[in-house]
């Protein structure tokens, strides 16, 4: 894998969503329950970007047309979503988040 170094942890917010870009690919990035969490900041039903959607627990509600993706692996949760979005392994590393991208 391909590790980059994405951000400080500390930037990351609690239990909400921050819009960032790596690599050339827009990302969002969930803090909850004390994880970091990477999708594609677009959502696929929409194109909305999700750092401007709602965060409940491990779920982000698309500002667009309220879908549900699971945060942890981009599993659509429901209407009218039908297709994941984009999820990265994430791990810390000495205060950063680095995100593993191909």
Same mark, same amino acid.
């Given at each position: 894998? @391909? ?18 870009? +790596? ?7 969930? =803090? +909850? ?33 309220? =879908? ?7 599993? *659509?949760?429901?209407? *009218?979503?039908?297709? *994941? ?8 590393? @000495? =205060?950063? +988040? ?5």
């Amino acid at each position: 894998m @391909n590790w980059v170094d994405a951000i400080a942890l500390a930037a990351v917010p609690r239990d909400d969503v921050i819009g960032i870009e +790596v690599a050339g690919r827009e990302l969002a990035l969930y =803090g +909850v329950d004390g994880a970091v969490y990477a999708t594609d900041n677009r959502c696929t039903h929409g194109a909305a970007r999700l750092c401007d959607g709602f965060v409940d627990g491990h779920t982000i509600e698309c500002p667009l047309h309220q =879908g549900r993706f699971d945060v942890r692996d981009g599993q *659509p949760l429901g209407e *009218p979503l039908d297709t *994941p979005v984009r999820s990265y392994p994430v791990r810390i590393e @000495n =205060g950063r +988040v680095l995100v593993a991208l191909e």
